[in-house]
C-alpha cells in the first residue's frame, strides 16, 4: 500500500474549522501530484483495480480536487475526479477517489461529484456519464444519478450512470464542513 498517501491528517470532524476545505479545478503542480498520488494510492495500491491509473483520457480531462487546509493553507489532495469531454456535448467522470481519513461522512465525495458536473456544465455539458463500482450506485442515485447499463470493467462490476442535468449543481460549489462540527463518524 503507497503509505504515504494515507498519512494525512487523522483528525475528527470537530477539529475542521470552515476553511478546512476547498473543491476546485487542480491548477498547481502539486495539486497534480497529489491528484495523481491519491488516484494511484485508491485503484492501484487499495482497490488492486488499475495495474496502471492513467490513461488516454488523462491528457484532456479536467483534474478536479479537494484540498485540506490547515490554519488557512492548503496543505494536502484529499479528494480527486476527472471529467473530460469524448465530443461536443457528452461529459464524462471518473476516477472519483476521497482519501482514507475523509470517507467518514461523505461530504467530500459529494461535494467532488456536485463540482464535476457543475463544472461540465459551465464548459457545455449536455449528457454527463460515469461508469460507477456496482457497490456504490445507491449512493449515486442519493446525487440525482439513474442507471443506464451494467457493465464489467477491470473484472468487477459497474453501471454506466447519467446524471440529472438539471438537478445541479444541487448544492453550493464552495464547500464547508460546519454542519459536521462536533459530530464524530467512526
Request: net charge negative; with cysteine; glycine share 8%.
Amino acid at each position: 500500500m503507497a503509505e504515504h498517501a494515507f498519512a494525512l491528517i487523522d483528525a475528527t470532524f470537530a477539529d475542521f474549522r470552515a476553511d478546512d476545505l476547498r473543491v476546485k479545478p487542480a491548477e498547481h503542480a502539486w495539486e497534480r501530484r497529489g491528484y495523481y498520488r491519491l488516484r494511484h494510492a485508491v485503484f492501484t495500491a487499495e482497490q488492486a483495480l488499475l495495474s496502471q491509473d492513467r490513461d488516454a483520457h488523462d491528457f484532456t480531462a479536467v483534474p478536479i480536487v479537494a484540498v485540506a487546509h490547515h490554519c488557512g493553507m492548503p496543505e494536502d489532495v484529499v479528494g480527486a475526479v476527472r471529467i473530460y469531454s469524448p465530443e461536443p456535448g457528452l461529459w464524462y467522470g471518473g476516477r472519483l477517489c476521497v482519501a482514507p481519513a475523509y470517507r467518514r461522512h461523505g461530504l467530500i465525495g459529494t461535494a467532488l461529484v456536485n463540482e464535476a458536473v457543475a463544472r461540465a456544465k459551465d464548459l457545455g455539458c449536455e449528457r454527463f456519464l460515469a461508469t460507477v463500482q456496482q457497490h456504490n450506485e445507491g449512493y449515486f442515485h442519493g446525487l440525482h444519478w439513474h442507471n443506464l447499463d451494467t457493465l464489467d470493467l477491470h473484472g468487477q462490476p459497474h453501471c454506466l450512470m447519467q446524471a440529472e442535468l438539471s438537478r445541479y449543481p444541487f448544492m453550493p460549489r464552495q464547500v464547508s464542513l460546519i454542519p459536521f462540527k462536533g459530530r464524530h463518524h467512526g
